[in-house]
């Protein structure tokens, strides 16, 4: 059983950073892949990134390649994600997920555990 917690949401300018946490209970934490997704009102859910559980390797939808990324602290138990050059659509509720291995995959559907998510406002 994996326990997420995500923080750092918050009302940002357009162009502005913020940068999310998830933290992760439970030993086995870092042999788990981790994703971030996102959800804005009356829209599907979307994947934004995943990364392994040692950290070594990791993907990013296009939507954010080049202004998102993806990092792990592993003896912290904590998934980062650091949002640069942020646009009004990247608006939403942001969730991280983990899964039962470390296949990166971008379908939400293949992730068992998830945190409440945290709240992301780009103002224009």
């Known amino acids: 059983q994996v326990q997420l917690v995500e923080s750092g949401g918050g009302l940002v300018q357009a162009g502005g950073s913020l940068r999310l946490s998830c933290a992760g209970s439970?030993?086995?934490?870092?042999?788990?892949?981790v994703g971030w997704f996102r959800q804005a009102p009356g829209k599907e859910r979307e994947y934004v990134a995943t990364i392994s559980g040692s950290g070594g390797h990791m993907d990013c939808a296009d939507s954010v390649k080049g202004r998102f990324a993806i990092d792990r602290d592993n003896a912290k138990n904590t998934v980062y994600l650091q949002m640069t050059s942020l646009k009004p659509e990247d608006t939403a509720v942001y969730y991280c997920?983990?899964?039962?291995?470390?296949?990166?995959?971008?379908?939400?559907?293949?992730?068992?555990?998830w945190g409440q998510g945290t709240q992301v406002t780009v103002s224009s």
């Open positions: 439970g030993r086995t934490f870092s042999t788990h892949a």
């Open positions: 997920a983990a899964r039962i291995g470390g296949v990166l995959i971008s379908n939400g559907a293949g992730y068992v555990y």
